[in-house]
């Protein structure tokens, strides 16, 4: 007769070992120290052989069932159950636990409980910035040094926010890990004690624009490399980082289109950006192309041509026209705000040319609009302007303020 769950949990210890018969080999093996344990007995290669499939109440009579059917279709396909059982705990013994997959769990395990917001930026920075980087290691090799390098990548972008919730999501990570048996310490405690400090905000220097004829014209009659004045005008007509533009691929340039497409991984927040261009940043980066287009970067390094030009060489430029202190290649990104705002252009065209993150972050994760008609428009009249101010012409498009 098959067993019932009402005998298996009624069945008492006895002075000897005893077993309550299931069905198909199934029985429950009830110790004289009152364990019960499934049993599964077969026969295979003509011996009589027997399997354990866990303990009672912990696995269910159903349960057991079930398990002892599993093993029931491993033989009818000529295979001990027992052999192979044995030869799956030596496989998972073997495995080798990577960061990836604990970092996957605690995020799967987490993100139900987060706002939407939260559970995109999370899974962004986990993606972007720590599983590129440690996706792959096994979890027991990894060290409270590499976690410290691997949170300085972050802080030397000044991504100092980032930094912040890569430091705790490491170490909440870890201790999920603690909490599930995967690993035996949390190498992520106390990274926040080596923590960068982050600046002050400061707002970069620049010159007002009235000023702006006078600096270009002196850039042009100094003895700068041509490239570097063609960098330095890119820079006030698109509003882009520095950094941005001197390690931009001339793949990224769709001069037809009059479309720059800068990919995630090389923006500060690590977020794809496309940047408009105005006929005269076309124009520029035409005449640029007979110059450095046989190479892969569109401003390669004087001495070596597969590496960028060097991060310093706008600034020093500015330096030896008369700028040092007043004018930088970062400030002229504050420039264009602080124009565009004083002409009344909408502040998301603006943010989103800019390539900022909005401080509401349920707005920013949701806000993926580019813009890009509407911020075209703005950067072709904000370029117009600029040349007809530098060219000492009244504009039909802008007039923009005096000093």
Wanted: charged letters at 25%.
């Amino acid at each position: 007769m098959a067993l019932t769950d009402t005998a298996a949990r009624t069945a008492k210890p006895r002075e000897k070992l005893y077993r309550l018969t299931d069905t198909a080999g199934l029985c429950l093996e009830v110790t004289p120290g009152g364990s019960k344990l499934w049993r599964f007995r077969y026969r295979f290669g003509g011996k009589a052989k027997m399997m354990g499939l866990g303990a009672y109440p912990a696995v269910t009579l159903a349960k057991a069932r079930e398990r002892r059917e599993d093993a029931r279709r491993l033989l009818a396909d000529d295979i001990d159950p027992s052999t192979h059982k044995q030869a799956e705990k030596r496989a998972q013994a073997a495995h080798v636990h990577t960061f990836e997959e604990l970092a996957r769990e605690w995020y799967a395990y987490n993100s139900p409980r987060w706002a939407p917001s939260t559970a995109a930026k999370a899974l962004q920075y986990l993606e972007a910035d720590i599983l590129s980087v440690i996706g792959q290691r096994p979890l027991e090799e990894i060290t409270r040094p590499e976690l410290v390098a691997l949170v300085r990548k972050v802080e030397k972008r000044e991504a100092f926010n980032v930094a912040g919730k890569v430091r705790q999501w490491l170490s909440q990570i870890f201790r999920y890990g603690l909490a599930k048996g995967s690993v035996e310490s949390n190498p992520a405690t106390d990274l926040d004690v080596v923590a960068a400090i982050a600046p002050r905000t400061k707002n970069h220097p620049h010159v007002p624009l009235c000023e702006m004829p006078t600096l270009l014209s002196k850039l042009d009659a100094s003895k700068c490399d041509v490239t570097t004045t063609m960098a330095v005008r890119l820079l006030l007509f698109t509003g882009v980082r520095p950094g941005e533009l001197r390690n931009a691929p001339w793949s990224e340039f769709d001069l037809e289109s009059a479309t720059w497409t800068i990919p995630a991984e090389r923006m500060k927040a690590r977020r794809p950006h496309i940047v408009p261009l105005p006929t005269q940043a076309v124009e520029i980066l035409a005449r640029l192309s007979e110059i450095t287009g046989t190479y892969p970067l569109a401003f390669p390094g004087r001495n070596n041509r597969e590496r960028p030009q060097s991060e310093n060489t706008v600034n020093k430029a500015l330096h030896q026209i008369g700028y040092e202190g007043r004018q930088t290649g970062h400030g002229f990104r504050h420039l264009l705000s602080t124009e565009l705002n004083s002409l009344g252009y909408n502040r998301d065209w603006i943010e989103r040319q800019l390539a900022h993150g909005d401080q509401d972050e349920i707005r920013d994760t949701y806000n993926h609009a580019h813009y890009l008609p509407q911020r075209r428009k703005m950067m072709q009249e904000w370029a117009d302007s600029v040349e007809a101010l530098c060219a000492g012409a009244r504009s039909n498009v802008h007039s923009m303020r005096a000093c």
